[in-house]
């Protein structure tokens, strides 16, 4: 104004721009300062000055995204986190990390024991069976530890993985991928059907790198199915140290209205974690599970998912969230997560 601005000339403050954190506020050269002030922005902040600003509204698209500026929990294991944390941030939603597992190698002297003499017998194998992608590292790194990675080259056995991301894992190693489970489902039981009908198992030796918690749906059925199974554990699945009081406080508070979820034991750790008052928060949530396995473990604890992807996928999780919001919003109903609870 001192250099000659007309006061009532359209003004902006856009702080976190282009983030999920976003937040404008419009005014005028003359009470933008009072503006930013009660609104509380601060740094990092661009301000914009002239008609510009008019434009607003036609170019707004980003605080439009269903998603924009919702707090979303990424529980995953911290090397897994990335995906999931890139796929909400592009939909407008803000990422909350805060793993509830971790992914470590089997060490103890039994399982090391159980790992080391189904490497020795690696070539006896007809079949090598690959249920998710960690089944896959935590493979390769026992391989690694034992100095044996010459010996996957000249591997005769088929590998069978549970779908596409396990199978990339895989074939980046450089095992020859010779069976991937298509379609919706990405679950033990699907991939123990498709075995049955495309791969029968009978008379074969299947090994079956596997977590401490893993279930034994697959090693069951191709058994049963005439074939002989190792299932050994590989790896463990175990909750790392979490700050509960920040997560209770997250969910209590309405910050953290987004809960998806990609395995049952971040189900598990999860609500082991809640007290009362943020367990009843998490009606109010918009509840994503990746696949039925995950979705049954939610319903088993009391929270049942509203939200499942076709395809065991994390963008697919994100655009069926994104979609569900859509559809509540257009049906006049507010979708879990904006102060109301779901009738």
């Known amino acids: 104004m001192a250099g000659g601005t007309a006061p009532e000339t359209p003004a902006a403050a856009v702080m976190n721009g282009t983030r999920p954190e976003q937040r404008v506020r419009v005014a005028t050269v003359a009470n933008l300062a009072e503006a930013i002030e009660a609104d509380g922005l601060g740094a990092p902040s661009v301000i914009v ?55 470590v190698p089997a060490q103890e002297p039994g399982e090391l024991t159980a790992i080391d003499e ?21 493979f390769l790194h026992h391989v690694d ?78 058994v049963e199915a005439g074939a002989e199974v190792d299932a050994v554990v590989y790896y463990r699945n175990i909750r790392p140290e979490v700050d509960a009081a920040a997560l209770r406080a997250g969910l209590s508070s309405g910050a953290l209205p987004l809960l998806p979820f990609t395995s049952p034991s971040a189900v598990r750790h999860f609500t082991e974690l809640l007290d009362e008052a943020s367990r009843a928060a998490c009606q109010r949530c918009i509840i994503a599970a990746i696949g039925k396995t995950t979705a049954d473990a939610l319903a088993a604890v009391g929270l049942p998912p509203q939200v499942m992807p076709r395809r065991p996928d994390v ?24 102060g109301e609870e779901e009738s």
Request: a positive charge; one cysteine or more.
């Open 145 to 222: 530890r034992k100095g044996l990675r010459d010996r996957l080259r000249g591997l005769a056995c088929r590998v069978l993985c549970i779908g596409p991301s396990t199978a990339r894992a895989a074939g980046e190693a450089g095992l020859p991928v010779h069976f991937t489970l298509a379609g919706g489902r990405g679950d033990a039981e699907a991939m123990l059907a498709e075995i049955l009908l495309s791969h029968p198992p009978q008379g074969r030796r299947v090994l079956i790198p596997r977590s401490d918690i893993a279930r034994d749906v697959l090693a069951r059925g191709l």
């Open 315 to 338: 963008r697919e999780m994100v655009e069926a969230i994104e979609e569900y919001v859509v559809e509540r919003r257009g049906a006049g109903s507010p979708a879990p997560g904006w």
């Open 118 to 138: 189904s490497l020795a017998r690696l070539e006896a194998y007809d079949d090598l069976l690959f249920s998710s992608s960690n089944a896959v590292r935590f």
């Open 49 to 103: 000055v002239g008609k510009v600003v008019d434009l607003r509204k036609t170019l707004g698209w980003w605080e439009a995204s269903p998603l924009f500026g919702l707090g979303a929990l990424v529980s995953r294991a911290p090397h897994q986190a990335a995906e999931l944390a890139a796929a909400l941030r592009a939909a407008g939603a803000v990422p909350c990390l805060r793993p509830l597992i971790d992914l």
